[in-house]
């Protein structure tokens, strides 16, 4: 299970996030809309170093530690300090690792300059099916996939209003992909969120282009 704690937290409640056919345990005051997706990829991480969550954002680990939540079964813990949300996320060390991944490296976002400006694809417009198709592209947990939802969301949203849930997820996994694309890129996350928004109506011209 994924757990989130709100430093300074009076009320502290627990819901579950749907993910598909799978539900995510998440810990916190107030729960941002959107899933938070299982990654199948199983990686290691040592304290001290930089991770990101494609809901939660960029962290660092701060501790490994053997935790109880509410299973009655003990398990080994990544304890993640999430500076701009001031909150601690734990997530398990062995598989699923929800998303969790190392942060990208430079030549990346390169790679993901061109995804975010390429012709989107297309979503199903039933919103359960759409939900769980993007929850299962973002087990795949990289950056580029972030990238790929991102733009197909914008894109999406150009014709059909997103809403509710749908457009929590993605606000929030826009926000995640330009912190971390600021701190790679050594720039601010107003520079990183304007570059992103000026390449993702590059994509939209693209296929208002092919409209007309």
Request: net charge positive; with cysteine; glycine share 8%.
């Amino acid at each position: 299970m994924l757990h989130v704690r709100v430093r300074n937290a009076v009320v502290v409640a627990a819901v579950s996030v749907l993910v598909g056919s799978a539900a995510v345990s998440v810990t916190k005051t107030a729960v941002a809309a959107g899933i938070a997706a299982v990654n199948t990829t199983f990686m290691t991480f040592k304290i001290g170093e930089r991770v990101v969550h494609p809901q939660h954002g960029v962290g660092q680990v701060v501790k490994l530690d053997d935790r109880e939540f509410g299973s009655g079964v003990t398990r080994r813990y990544y304890e993640i300090s999430i500076l701009s949300a001031g909150s601690t996320l734990w997530v398990p060390m062995d598989p699923p690792s929800f998303g969790l991944r190392g942060l990208a490296e430079r030549g990346e976002i390169n790679i993901c300059r061109k995804i975010l400006v390429s012709r989107p694809s297309p979503l199903v417009d039933d919103a359960r099916s759409r939900q769980s198709v993007l929850a299962e592209r973002l087990k795949q947990g990289t950056i580029r996939v972030q990238c790929e939802v991102v733009r197909d969301l914008y894109a999406f949203g150009e014709h059909k209003s997103l809403y509710g849930t749908m457009a929590g997820f993605y606000r929030q996994t826009q926000n995640v992909l330009c912190e971390e694309w600021a701190i790679v890129e050594g720039m601010t996350l107003e520079q990183a969120a304007q570059e992103v928004a000026t390449l993702l109506e590059k994509s939209r011209s693209m296929v208002n282009k092919s409209k007309a």
